[in-house]
């Protein structure tokens, strides 16, 4: 506690006293671009990470970085969220997995929870749809591997649940709405991007350039770690279109678009 209480102290004379003309503009208000959803984890630091300064992230974490469906629960992530896009009129929304993450690990022994932590139990339980669909679909993912592959899908289903409510909904259908999928290695201190293009997380840099990467070639129809960037997710069979072959569903893929209606 003593060097929380030093910090204060340093904040105020070495940060706020150089940035007078900041917090004399935040003090009439905020006008944040970006809502950033991350985990509650203590190693991930939103601000720290993207290099932004006060005001510009308005940030909702918690653990697992989990928005639970519109109606599902009456916690502050739907307020929140809503107050976001409605009242500060955000346009851009990412939400940011992280590796290593507790609460994904917590996704895999949920009985053990549900008597020591009953609590995380049932906000953990906000996340079955992660649990259930990579268990289902990556059978023979294991240890840190299947933690790697439970929070990059983790990332995209919390988007799923995003899409549930209904100034989200309306803000996608207007074309005002752009949504991330972000994935923190915490061992690195690199960001991946989910392309909705390649199927794949690619360093976010690349997704800014005019020519898209091509989709990297790998035997493996859904998830691979033989990459460079550790953690390369492709869309597995359960979300194909009905009628569309499961056998390779790395060439028929649902594209899985962000910012347009589905
Ligand atoms: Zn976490």
Redesign the pocket.
């Known amino acids: 506690m003593e060097d929380l209480v030093r910090g204060l102290e340093e904040f105020k004379q070495r940060y706020v006293s150089k940035h007078h003309a900041l917090f004399e503009e935040l003090a009439h208000g905020q006008k944040p671009r970006v809502l950033f959803i991350t ?3 203590s190693r ?1 630091s939103p601000n720290l990470l993207t290099q932004t300064d006060l005001g510009e992230l308005f940030v909702i974490r918690n ?3 989990i928005i639970p469906p519109f109606g599902a629960a009456n916690g502050g992530e739907g307020a929140t969220l809503e107050y976001a896009i409605s009242a500060l009129g955000i346009e851009q929304v990412i939400i940011c ?2 590796s290593h ?4 690990k917590g996704l895999l022994k949920l009985n053990k929870l549900q008597e020591g932590m009953p609590l995380v139990y049932d906000w953990l339980k906000h996340a079955e749809s992660t649990r259930r669909m990579v268990v289902d679909n990556y059978p023979e993912a294991k240890g840190e591997e299947l933690v790697e592959i439970l929070v990059a899908e983790n990332v995209l289903i919390q988007i799923d649940n995003l899409k549930t409510y209904p100034v989200v909904r309306s803000r996608l259908q207007q074309g005002k709405l752009q949504i991330y999928a972000w994935v923190y290695h915490i061992e690195t201190g690199e960001v991946l991007a989910y392309d909705a293009e390649t199927h794949t997380y690619l360093p976010p840099q690349s997704l800014l350039s005019d020519s898209l990467p091509t989709r990297p070639q790998t035997e493996h129809p859904r998830y691979s770690r033989t990459h460079a960037p550790p953690v390369a997710c492709e869309i597995p069979a359960g979300r194909l279109q009905q009628g569309e072959s499961s056998a390779h569903p790395a060439q028929q893929p649902v594209p899985y678009r962000f910012g347009v209606p589905s």
């Open positions: 985990c509650a984890d991930v653990a697992g970085n997995g992280h993450c507790g609460a994904m």
